[in-house]
T-cell receptor, first 114, second 112 residues
Framework: KQEVTQIPAALSVPEGENLVLNCSFT??????LQWFRQDPGKGLTSLLL?????REQTSGRLNASLDKSSGRSTLYIAASQPGDSATYLC?????????????FGKGTKLSVIP | KAGVTQTPRYLIKTRGQQVTLSCSPI?????VSWYQQTPGQGLQFLFE???????NKGNFPGRFSGRQFSNSRSEMNVSTLELGDSALYLC???????????FGPGTRLTVT
């Protein structure tokens, strides 16, 4: 059974800092990994999708990497802003038949202090 | 292109009642998945539909059911509500090609 862990559970940084969020998964047989952002009481916003054959993806100030063999992914946020404050969730999709669902970590709650 | 929509956004029900939640996927998306989010358990997969067929089901009791219509809209039903069913229910859709899932705003269900 796939398990996804995100460390730390919460993180507080001053505005302008670069930061890294970590995600690990137990089964390396994944199809892809997706990073999401969730604002309080809201749905999930997709940030980056990395296919299992890729090593990294970039979008603006965000860069996500994937090391499938070690079961790890990181989300790098450059020059953090107060608007980046949210919960960041990592999710993996399995590669076997019938593995269409996403398995989520519990998230990292990020607070960027002005 | 409009995003995933879910109705209603908020619901308050009492124990023992049943509830139906609705999800309209992004136009052209044929797959809809449902997830339950609670503070203790996080996001958990309920079921997934593709072209009106349930392809996968999570580890939830039979009180949780769903269906998908020919226009790809989906509904989920929870019968005999329990206090523990209070949660944010999220629906996601994808086009079956990129495997990137897009989520709706959720339905907040409170059971009293």
């Amino acid at each position: 059974k796939q398990e996804v862990t995100q460390i730390p559970a919460a993180l507080s940084v001053p505005e302008g800092e670069n930061l890294v969020l970590n995600c690990s998964f137990t089964d390396s047989a994944i199809y892809n990994l997706q990073w999401f952002r969730q604002d309080p009481g809201k749905g999930l916003t997709s940030l980056l999708l990395i296919q299992s054959s890729q090593r990294e993806q970039t979008s603006g100030r965000l860069n996500a990497s994937l090391d499938k063999s070690s079961g790890r992914s990181t989300l790098y946020i450059a020059a953090s802003q107060p608007g980046d404050s949210a919960t960041y969730l990592c999710a993996v999709r399995g590669s076997g038949a019938g593995s269409y669902q996403l398995t989520f970590g519990k998230g990292t709650k990020l607070s960027v202090i002005p | 292109k409009a995003g995933v929509t879910q109705t209603p956004r908020y619901l308050i029900k009492t124990r023992g009642q049943q509830v139906t939640l609705s999800c309209s996927p992004i136009s052209g998306h044929r797959s809809v998945s449902w997830y339950q989010q609670t503070p203790g358990q996080g996001l958990q997969f309920l079921f997934e539909y593709f072209s009106e067929t349930q392809r996968n089901k999570g580890n939830f009791p039979g009180r949780f059911s769903g269906r998908q219509f020919s226009n790809s809209r989906s509904e989920m039903n929870v019968s005999t509500l329990e206090l523990g069913d209070s949660a944010l229910y999220l629906c996601a859709s994808w086009d079956g090609h990129s495997y990137e899932q897009y989520f709706g705003p959720g339905t907040r269900l409170t059971v009293t």
